[in-house]
């Protein structure tokens, strides 16, 4: 019995606990960058816009050439296989647990509507894959020397977090061990992960759109109209 | 020759010099995923191929160190910093973060830091010699 109402709790009060804290820490961090950033002056001196004016637009040839030196210096051209494995890990965060088809039963259960879905086959093969891609990044923290140098203990603590929900989830489908206790335990790191990422380095969730889009730099994604 | 004696460290001063930037400094150096892709970017690094002339070790273990200390260095950790932000970094501001964090401006306030402390970045290390 105990078990039972440990899972109605975890499900129930405890997820939209941990639903609030994720939103409240979503809108905490928005607001304290707006806070911390201001308005950028406006430019008096364009270096590009200059340029235009008196050699006029450059040919596609050049264009072609600047585009071909950016991309050689970005990290893609760098290191192709971070570059692809990290993107891959951050879009699989997302759409997994949101497309994933046990997950949109239960929404159906209890609200009567569902997203599209993942078909199971596509979704255990994703988190296997997202489970590789971890397993390589945990490599790199080990064996490439910058990224020991830089790594504490709770960088591992952080990249527990991240991939326990995935695991528990992977062993949750298979059925291996008890089944109930993984679940329960699939919950719960689930919520851990939610909550994290209000109060630990997994903010920069919300921090890398802000900081992309709106501060200017050489980097920027976005028009770049905000400085510190 | 006579033995060059320093001042002690003046720890309100650097409590001082922290404070107006410490939401910013605090949310970068929070944010900082310790992947360690801001390294390339980095013309040193790619010269020497040491970890220590990452960017986000430079800043990490001088700015970094600061804050969490509160300000209460010795004069022994500003000079074990020396290294990294004088000699290891020419705050050429070309450094790459994938997250958007400013590492230049976290390495130009510990070097501001430390000169208002007398650890100045002196001749040898402006040649790039040890």
């Not at chain 1, 210096?73 to 994933?100: C, E, K, R």
């Not at chain 1, 900081?211 to 994604?221: K, M, Q, T, V, Y």
């Not at chain 2, 004696?5 to 910013?24: E, Y």
């Not at chain 2, 990452?54 to 000079?79: F, H, M, T, W």
Request: aromatic letters at 16%.
């Amino acid at each position: 019995m105990g078990e039972t109402h440990l899972y109605y709790f975890i499900r129930g009060p405890l997820l939209w606990i941990a639903f609030f804290v994720f939103a409240g820490g979503i809108v905490f961090r928005t607001v304290q960058f707006f806070k911390l950033t201001r308005k950028k002056d406006p430019l008096i001196y364009s270096p590009t816009k200059n340029h235009k004016e008196r050699y006029g637009k450059s040919s596609v040839q050049e264009r072609k050439m600047q585009f071909a030196i950016s991309l050689k210096n970005s990290i893609l051209g760098q290191h192709q296989a971070v570059a692809i494995f990290t993107s891959l890990f951050h879009i699989l965060i997302f759409i997994l647990p949101i497309f994933l088809l046990a997950h949109n039963l239960l929404l159906y259960e209890s609200w009567n509507f569902s997203l599209w879905s993942f078909s199971e086959s596509t979704g255990d093969t994703l988190t296997i894959l997202f489970l590789f891609l971890a397993g390589f990044f945990f490599f790199r923290r080990v064996a490439v020397a910058k990224v020991r140098a830089l790594s504490r203990a709770s960088d591992f603590f952080v990249w527990l977090i991240t991939v326990t929900p995935f695991l528990t989830g992977f062993i949750c489908y298979r059925q291996w061990f008890d089944y109930h206790t993984a679940l329960i335990m699939h919950i719960l790191s689930g919520e851990l992960m939610l909550i994290a990422i209000t109060f630990t380095k997994l903010g920069h969730m919300v921090f890398f759109f802000l900081a992309r889009f709106f501060i200017g730099s050489e980097f920027s994604l976005g028009r770049g109209t905000r400085t510190w | 020759m006579t033995e060059t004696t320093f001042r002690p460290i003046d720890v309100k001063k650097i409590q001082k010099m922290l404070t107006p930037k410490k939401g910013k400094m605090k949310a970068l150096l929070s944010f900082c995923a310790h992947c360690g892709l801001c390294a390339e970017s980095c013309f040193l690094y790619r010269n020497h191929l040491d970890p220590k002339y990452v960017p986000a070790y430079k800043a990490i273990n001088s700015l970094g160190k600061i804050y969490k200390k509160k300000g209460r260095v010795d004069r022994n950790q500003l000079e074990e910093m020396k290294e990294l932000i004088f000699k290891n970094c020419v705050l050429c501001g070309r450094c790459y973060c994938p997250l958007g964090i400013d590492i230049p401006s976290m390495i130009s306030l510990a070097r501001t830091i430390c000169r208002s402390q007398g650890v100045y970045g002196v001749f040898p290390y402006s040649a790039g010699e040890p």
